[in-house]
């Protein structure tokens, strides 16, 4: 990004709080809220709020009477919502610390965040892209709104699984202090939250400012007995030969040979496993301070300037157990990994060793990123001749800084074990290490192994826009056409530099390159509500919504997109509404189409190990050497060192959706009682994914001759122990994703459940969602049913088929105490076999389990009170058999039983 950039900072900085000043030019309180609402999904307004598309709405209230200290916290609750990046992994690291939505399992980067009806500025951090919600402070906002259903037409790309739309407080008055803090019974997890939220509103201006401040402190896997291997159950976990002491075997004699606490080697059948449950993370920690300044001034009854203004600085860190290093960790500079050679003056066998040692020596690997993020939008708003109108500019920028502790530098390695010479400056010993033993290099020695990596990145995103709504002159009998027309420009763009060492390949968490690009997009837009029928038979309210937009990239060229949808108020029972629309995914600038080589190691099947196939027998043959015998090969780790890379010939995703679903309303049976039922069908037709090692090797090894096109994105094999030792892993187009299924919701609500609690509320709710399909086309022209079941993998995950969330509050007369209790409940899901497991085998069936939460909210004048108890029975989760982790990654509490304490003064 150009330098120039940014200077915008400290001038809109600046404007807003010049706009703020100006806010208080008048003197009489501000009127009330204008006749009309704009509810998601559509940019015309309406005189109610009904939604002709599913649409899930989260109050503050909601958020309120949960632990949420962020976002993701509350909306990653709902059955619709699959946790895809949190802060919530285990035995991996989420990338960056970013925290995204993912509705319908699509993914994050198909699910569309808005900020009042604008997109959020992306965060790109250790090569990962996403619109982290941790930069909206939940004390501004007033509701979320909940698309379950495509809008390309209406907000451009990326809204093909649905939008989420944060709406912000516009008209608060007065000063708000929130305080709160958390903690789980095992004495851990600890969270801490301050808020300030101050607003004043005059008769033709407003300012609202604010600033959160959070902490949650991380939960280490050894921590819980479910997640560490310290249940006693049969051995689920995952372990390593990388043990602490080392071990060394013979590349001649294939003896194996232990470290000892003298430092020395001892023969040995075997050297144990290292349990890799020992030292990371299971949830990481963080501090995220928020502060927001919005403000409007009316220059006249017809035309409003306004401003808003977001920065975030978040803090996040997360620990894995030390580096292993040895012959199955290579690099790109080091293929071979690391071994002992026979020249080293302190080896004792006269032969190389192959090493394989977890660096105690050197710690734990720490990774911390710190993340500024600001957002600022400035516009101008009014009414001309009885349209309104809406113009501005909105500037976002994320720059992060993301750092590695405890790394390990691979050539410094080699030189200290002898394989290679000493470089001047060297510490005492180098040439004549060892590796044997848990204090097997000196001070100066592990000194200099370490070594802490640093990428620094930015994202920064512009947004020019012009939104005109209004209606015809002239109408239908049921009404005038509604009409929405606008248009934007927006550029999105990276730069990302890894630093010198992780480029060099001396890294041992692996080889990064940079990453830069940008692309500019101009669009056009138009929107129809054209009412057909009003308060005729079988039709109380009938009307249809058109929408198109037409997009034009810089880099890909066209992108043109439709939609059609109806709302039908049969009577006062039943509405009927449903939909159907195409959408498009422009590539990630920086995740998918610049991604310089970013270091990953994924799970895969190696085809050498017992093939029956002759074509694979001849390619192991030729790869590993004529010594390779497929009855006894073995396959050294589970992973394979891979290099993502973007691909900037990617071409756009494209989908067909439709919906059709009721609104049923039965006051005039059962005060109070509603329900909604929603079918959803999204077609994604040349989706972008990563080819992954597992499916490239294996098409690869099948092929006559390694004839196969992405042989040669497959690196050598180790020329000791014939594993393979690197692949390159780009972003492509692959076929279709398809997934159909139900959304199904019940409200009741009543002012006197019973007789004799007279002035007592109940209230009664519950959504569930059931994936009826999730069919995914792979590389080689299969199709995987993931629809019911967990996918293995470094960080694992399930598409259970049943999703559910069960709530009922109860609250005193006047204002009074309430009661809360949820049941939250995630369905069972099977492995879906993709590496060659049984479904039906012990562990590979991962049960139905229901958590249970409790808030109690007490209101005492101006001071609200909430104590809350989430998962009340202190449930672990299920135990999946999976090579990497013990459950599956953000689908499940991992907490445990927490208890949380929130108070707000209003003045």
Avoid at 88 to 110: F, K, V
Avoid at 618 to 633: E, K, L, M, Q, S
Avoid at 637 to 647: C, D, E, F, K
Wanted: proline share 6%.
């Amino acid at each position: 990004m150009s330098k120039s950039k940014l200077t915008l900072k400290p001038a809109l900085f600046l404007g807003a709080a010049s706009l703020a000043m100006c806010a208080f030019a008048g003197a009489a309180l501000a009127q009330e809220a204008t006749e009309t609402v704009v509810v998601t999904g559509s940019r015309i307004a309406s005189p109610d709020a009904v939604a002709a598309a599913p649409l899930t709405v989260v109050s503050a209230a909601d958020i309120s009477q949960t632990k949420a200290a962020t976002l993701e916290q509350t909306i990653n609750r709902l059955p619709s919502m699959t946790q895809t990046n949190s802060s919530n992994d285990q035995n991996s690291i989420s990338p960056g610390g970013i925290s995204t939505a993912d509705l319908r399992g699509l993914g994050t980067e198909r699910t569309l965040v808005l900020i009042d009806g604008q997109r959020m500025v992306s965060t790109f951090v250790s090569g990962a892209q996403g619109q982290d919600l941790q930069n909206i402070p939940v004390g501004l906002i007033d509701r979320v709104e909940i698309l379950r259903d495509g809008a390309s037409p209406i907000y451009g790309a990326d809204a093909i699984a649905g939008v989420i739309n944060i709406i912000t407080k516009k008209d608060f008055q007065g000063l708000q202090l929130s305080g709160g803090a958390g903690i789980s019974t095992h004495g851990d997890h600890a969270t801490k939250q301050l808020s300030a939220l101050l607003g004043a509103q005059t008769a033709n201006a407003g300012v609202i400012a604010g600033i959160q401040y959070t902490t949650e402190d991380p939960v280490r896997q050894g921590a819980r007995t479910w997640a560490g291997g310290g249940d006693g159950s049969a051995n689920l976990y995952s372990y390593s030969s990388a043990v602490p002491l080392g071990r060394f075997q013979d590349t001649v004699t294939k003896q194996i040979y232990c470290g000892n606490a003298s430092n020395t080697l001892t023969p040995a059948t075997s050297c144990g496993l290292f349990n890799t449950a020992n030292d990371p993370d299971l949830i990481q920690g963080r501090s995220v301070l928020n502060a927001n300044l919005q403000a409007h001034y009316d220059i006249n009854d017809h035309l409003t300037v306004y401003t808003s203004s977001f920065f975030t600085n978040r803090k996040s860190d997360a620990v894995l157990n030390p580096e292993p290093v040895g012959d199955v960790y290579p690099s790109a500079k080091w293929l071979s990994g690391i071994v002992i050679p026979a020249s080293n003056p302190n080896n004792p066998t006269g032969h190389d060793l192959a090493l394989r040692k977890r660096l105690y020596e050197v710690g734990d690997r720490v990774f911390d990123d710190n993340v500024n993020t600001f957002q600022e939008r400035v516009g101008v708003k009014g009414d001309l001749a009885g349209w309104h109108f809406d113009a501005g500019y909105q500037y976002g920028e994320s720059d992060s800084s993301d750092y590695t502790h405890g790394a390990v530098n691979l050539t410094h390695i080699q030189e200290m074990v002898g394989a290679i010479p000493c470089e001047p400056g060297a510490p005492a010993g180098c040439g004549g290490v060892m590796m044997a033993g848990l204090n097997s290099l000196t001070p100066d020695q592990a000194k200099y192994a370490q070594y802490v990596g640093m990428d620094n990145s930015r994202y920064a995103q512009n947004i020019a826009y012009l939104d005109v709504t209004g209606s015809l002159p002239f109408g239908l009998p049921a009404g005038n056409i509604g009409v929405a027309v606008g248009g934007d420009w927006r550029r999105e763009g990276v730069q990302a530099i890894p630093d010198a060492l992780k480029q060099t390949g001396d890294f041992a968490e692996g080889t990064s390159l940079p990453t830069q690009g940008h692309y500019d997009v101009s669009e056009v837009y138009g929107e129809l509500s054209i009412p057909l029928l009003k308060d005729a038979p079988l039709a109380e309210d009938l009307s249809i919504d058109l929408a198109g937009r037409i997009s034009q990239y810089s880099n890909f060229g066209n992108a043109n997109v439709y939609k059609g949808s109806f709302n039908w108020q049969v009577n006062d029972v039943v509405r009927l509404r449903g939909g159907y629309g195409t959408g498009v995914r422009a590539p990630q600038v920086g995740g998918e189409l610049y991604l310089g080589a970013n270091q990953s190691a994924d799970g895969f099947s190696d085809p050498c190990v017992g093939p029956t196939d002759a074509t694979t027998i001849a390619n192991c043959r030729t790869a590993i050497g004529p010594t390779y015998d497929p009855a006894t090969f073995t396959q050294a780790v589970p992973q394979l060192s891979a290099a993502r890379v973007g691909n900037p010939n990617l071409k756009p995703e494209t989908s067909n959706q439709w919906n059709l679903g009721a609104v049923i309303t039965l006051d005039q049976f059962v005060p109070g009682l509603s329900a909604t039922v929603d079918y959803y069908n999204i077609h994604i037709n040349n989706y972008i994914t990563l080819i992954d090692p597992g499916s490239a090797v294996s098409l690869c090894y099948g092929s006559v001759g390694f004839s196969d096109p992405n042989c040669p994105n497959i690196g050598t094999r180790n020329a000791v122990n014939g594993a393979l030792t690197s692949y390159t892993e780009p972003y492509t187009n692959l076929g279709y994703i398809r997934t159909d299924g139900v959304d199904m919701g019940a409200t009741w609500n009543t002012t006197d459940p019973i007789g004799a609690l007279e002035g007592w509320g109940l209230g009664l709710s519950t959504q569930w969602t059931y994936l009826n399909n999730y069919k995914q086309q792979n590389l080689d022209g299969t199709v995987t049913q993931y629809a019911g079941t967990y996918s293995e993998g470094a960080i694992s995950y399930g598409q259970p088929k049943w999703k559910g969330l069960f709530s009922a509050r109860l609250s005193m007369p006047d204002a009074g105490p309430s009661f809360e209790l949820v049941e939250r409940f995630i369905g069972q899901t099977y492995v879906n076999d993709i590496y060659g497991e049984t479904p039906d085998e012990p562990g590979y069936n991962v049960p139905a389990l229901v958590f249970t939460d409790i808030n109690i909210n007490v209101p005492v004048e101006n001071y609200d009170f909430n104590f809350g108890v989430d998962n009340l029975l202190d449930k672990d989760p299920p135990i999946a058999l999976d090579p990497y982790v013990q459950s599956l990654s953000n689908q499940y509490d991992f907490v445990g039983r927490f208890f949380y304490l929130r108070g707000t003064v209003n003045f």
